[in-house]
């Protein structure tokens, strides 16, 4: 992150005339050195950090053409709950800037964010926003070597009152829908979530997997609005917050998103879904999921699913949706029918190794179907990290807390992991895949 320093400017009265007029043109040419030696040390520090960032909602480099979006919104990029919490910002904030996320690039994201809204704010702060102003401690400062890069400085109006310049950012906004954390980054998604707090934007964390009291806590000292349940999916509780900016067609998304995650019987979600027939809800509900899934490579098509629903269109009206769903749909049945065979069975769990271009997620609840145990997984090779990534669901009959039990274990094998009482997912180092399984097992 970009460390900061205020810079505080004398009075300008008499700025024009004698020595003082010479010392106002040293001032300047201080500045303007600044301004470049910054400008190239910005420069060299974006490509770096490009270069250890690694790559953001997917292969896309996360950056913004001109001024930072007022509202930027990061959520879940794989499912309906994800893409419906984005679509409902976007509809309450015109100007929403959307960006989507799997939970292993969250901090990165945020990172990268928080470094161009710092930035911003320093290059505001450098070029000033009050006329009449002259900066006279970065000469000094600059003479001394010192690094200066500003967030906010004091600076003097035309009626020579010391004033402060700082722009006023009381209508930004970031908002974090439908990202959980896990033991591995939740002390670092309040740190630079703060840094961002700092950076005079209101944040705003929507989700409902678990999240410990403590790192709540910390959450709110931080300065962050925390709008959090486990009972209701992150697009009904989006619904709720934002309820008096959407209009009637809105109320859909929320209850497609409870109704794919499992959670239309809680008590907003089942008022939600009660407003529409259920057939075509669930016809259009599956539909979304099924696109949503085949095209995780397709950056500009998850953006558009968000750019249709956040103009009240239903999923039939995305053109080409359906028949991609009936693919979909037709490789699912495919892929399940080659896998079977494959599947290992243990006394509590049965699993899987899934190598097709398809998402874990997506057979995980047709390997809990017909396996016959309380609790299903389905592991997945990421070979650029090293690891698999595992999705996990239970039925009924499972009676942990899927999602605190796999944060857990997973953090214990140098993993994470987490989500909800039935529904859970990890990322496992590969050679600890097997004791993990053993573990969870052992612990249903």
Request: hydrophobic share 35%; with cysteine.
């Amino acid at each position: 992150m970009t460390e900061t320093s205020n810079l505080v400017s004398m009075p300008a009265a008499g700025i024009g005339s004698g020595e003082n007029k010479k010392d106002g043109l040293v001032a300047r040419s201080s500045i303007s050195s600044i301004h470049k030696s910054r400008s190239e040390s910005e420069r060299r520090r974006t490509k770096s950090q490009s270069k250890n960032l690694g790559n953001f909602s997917k292969n896309q480099e996360i950056h913004f053409e001109g001024a930072i979006p007022s509202v930027i919104c990061l959520s879940h990029r794989e499912d309906v709950d994800g893409l419906s919490s984005a679509a409902l910002v976007k509809s309450a904030f015109k100007e929403c800037y959307v960006i989507l996320l799997d939970y292993s690039n969250l901090i990165r994201a945020l990172n990268r964010v928080s470094y161009l809204i710092s930035s911003s704010t320093a290059t505001e702060a450098a070029h000033g926003n009050s006329s009449g102003a002259e900066i006279t401690k970065a000469a000094s400062s600059s003479a001394s070597g010192e690094n200066v890069t500003a967030a906010a400085f004091v600076t003097t109006s035309s009626t020579g009152k010391v004033v402060t310049a700082k722009r006023s950012r009381k209508n930004k906004k970031l908002i974090i829908c439908d990202l959980g954390l896990n033991k591995k980054n939740e002390s670092s998604f309040v740190h630079v979530l703060g840094e961002i707090v700092s950076n005079g934007y209101k944040v705003e964390y929507i989700d409902h997997h678990d999240v410990g009291e403590d790192i709540k806590a910390e959450l709110r000292k931080a300065g962050v609005t925390l709008v959090h349940s486990t009972d209701e999916c992150t697009s009904v509780q989006v619904y709720q917050r934002y309820k008096s900016k959407l209009n009637s067609y809105s109320s859909f998304y929320a209850a497609a998103g409870a109704l794919t995650d499992y959670l239309e019987q809680r008590p907003i979600a089942s008022m939600l879904v009660s407003r529409f027939d259920r057939q075509f809800l669930m016809l259009e509900s599956t539909a979304l999921s099924y696109m949503i899934s085949s095209n995780q490579h397709d950056e500009k098509f998850l953006l558009k699913i968000v750019e249709s629903i956040s103009k009240n269109k239903f999923p039939h009206d995305i053109e080409g949706g359906f028949m991609m769903a009936e693919k979909y749909a037709i490789r699912v049945s495919e892929a399940v029918k080659s896998l079977e065979s494959s599947i290992v069975r243990k006394r509590k769990l049965a699993y899987v190794r899934n190598d097709l271009d398809l998402t874990a997620s997506v057979i995980v609840n047709f390997v809990l179907g017909i396996s016959g145990r309380p609790v299903a997984l389905v592991y997945k090779p990421r070979d650029e990290i090293n690891s698999f990534v595992i999705s996990i669901r239970a039925s009924k009959e499972c009676e942990a807390h899927l999602g605190r039990l796999v944060n857990e274990i997973a953090a214990n094998f140098g993993g994470s992991g987490g989500g909800h009482d039935k529904a859970s997912g990890a990322v496992i180092p590969k050679d600890h895949l097997d004791e993990f399984i053993t573990e969870l097992n052992r612990r249903i």
